[in-house]
């Protein structure tokens, strides 16, 4: 099994979760350009300046600026040995650039979690409550699962035999040990 391994879902499908969890048991880093691009607002960086208003409105921020920005990570030591991707590529020109910089290694395996939209929606909107993300309201959640069907879904075509189908409902603990066992497979 390989260690570089691409999570894809929709928002709120828990990618972020079990890229977490399988970051922590492969000892490999979890690169998460959405945690990525928050720690740039935060920090009121160039980046984050020009990524507040795409990620505040729940549009993609422009290919050149995430594609940089990953790049960079991925180039750091602890990546050498392999790195959980969440969140990047999400459309098929960012997966080329990552091929690109990569080599068509760049990506071993992805993960698809299948899950939806109802049960994504609502995961959401509790997470709004818990965690106060400003694109975690209704209108700006239907946008983000739009945006995923139209530039993200591609990738599972894309990807081809390297992507392994996961069913994301369930317990956290449930779908961690279905992802261990088609990882193990
Ligand atoms: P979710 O998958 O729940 O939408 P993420 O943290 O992955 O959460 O992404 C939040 C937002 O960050 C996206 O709606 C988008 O604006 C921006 N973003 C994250 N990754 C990328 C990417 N690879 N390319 C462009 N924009 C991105």
Same mark, same amino acid.
């Given at each position: 099994?390989?260690?570089r391994?691409?999570?894809?879902?929709?928002?709120?499908?828990?990618?972020?979760?079990?890229?977490?969890? !399988?970051?922590?048991?492969?000892?490999?880093?979890? !690169?998460?350009?959405?945690?990525?691009?928050?720690?740039?607002?935060?920090?009121?960086?160039e980046?984050?300046?020009?990524?507040s208003?795409?990620?505040?409105?729940?549009?993609?921020?422009?290919?050149?600026?995430?594609?940089?920005?990953?790049?960079?990570?991925?180039?750091?030591?602890?990546?050498?040995?392999?790195?959980?991707?969440?969140?990047?590529p999400?459309?098929?020109?960012?997966?080329?650039?990552?091929?690109?910089?990569?080599?068509?290694?760049?990506?071993?395996?992805?993960?698809?979690?299948?899950?939806?939209?109802?049960?994504?929606?609502e995961?959401?909107?509790?997470?709004?409550?818990?965690?106060?993300?400003?694109?975690?309201?209704?209108?700006?959640?239907?946008?983000?699962l739009?945006?995923?069907?139209?530039?993200?879904?591609?990738?599972?075509?894309y990807?081809g035999?390297?992507?392994?189908?996961?069913?994301g409902?369930?317990?956290i603990?449930?779908?961690?040990?279905?992802?261990?066992?088609?990882?193990?497979?």
């Open positions: 099994m390989g260690r391994i691409l999570f894809l879902g929709p928002p709120g499908g828990g990618k972020g979760t079990q890229a977490k969890l !399988v970051t922590k048991a492969l000892g490999v880093p979890h !690169v998460s350009s959405g945690e990525m691009l928050r720690e740039a607002m935060a920090s009121g960086s980046l984050g300046k020009k990524a208003a795409y990620v505040d409105a729940g549009d993609l921020v422009p290919d050149d600026l995430v594609v940089a920005m990953v790049k960079e990570r991925l180039c750091k030591d602890d990546a050498l040995c392999g790195y959980v991707l969440d969140g990047f999400r459309n098929v020109e960012q997966a080329e650039a990552l091929a690109n910089a990569m080599g068509s290694e760049g990506i071993e395996t992805t993960v698809v979690l299948h899950v939806d939209e109802d049960q994504t929606v995961r959401l909107l509790r997470r709004a409550d818990l965690e106060g993300r400003a694109d975690d309201n209704e209108a700006t959640i239907r946008h983000r739009e945006v995923f069907r139209d530039e993200t879904e591609p990738l599972i075509a990807y035999d390297r992507v392994l189908r996961v069913d409902v369930g317990s603990e449930e779908i961690f040990c279905r992802i261990v066992n088609e990882l193990a497979s």
